[in-house]
């Protein structure tokens, strides 16, 4: 089991940008697949991104590909979402998880950090 934390949510206008932060501890996150997914109160929780145990291949929702980026530095231990040009509606808590591969489901999760975004 990988212990994950979020970081990086706040509060921010509608235009701007936040980088969220995951790190992780117990264990590398280079034997992880990477995800972040997002809730807003009220919807059911949905995929935002997904990054590979490498790196080397990223996923991106369709809606959100021309403003969101994942990353990872394994070397650091972390994992990154780059949200650019944000609106209110992306307003939602935003929980990071780990999966040992692509067969399986995300196993572990982190307990979510907040964005909220003004108009």
């Known amino acids: 089991q990988v212990q994950l934390v979020e970081s990086g949510g706040g509060l921010v206008q509608a235009g701007g940008s936040l980088r969220l932060s995951c790190a992780a501890a117990?264990?590398?996150?280079?034997?992880?697949?990477m995800g972040w997914f997002r809730q807003a109160p009220g919807k059911e929780r949905e995929f935002v991104a997904s990054v590979s145990h490498t790196g080397g291949s990223t996923s991106v929702a369709d809606s959100l590909k021309a403003r969101f980026a994942i990353s990872r530095d394994n070397a650091k231990n972390m994992v990154y979402l780059q949200m650019n040009s944000l609106k209110p509606e992306d307003s939602a808590v935003y929980y990071c998880?780990?999966?040992?591969?692509?067969?399986?489901?995300?196993?572990?999760w982190g307990q979510g950090t907040q964005v909220t975004v003004s108009s």
């Open positions: 998880a780990a999966k040992r591969n692509i067969f399986t489901p995300y196993s572990d």
């Open positions: 117990g264990r590398s996150l280079s034997s992880y697949a």
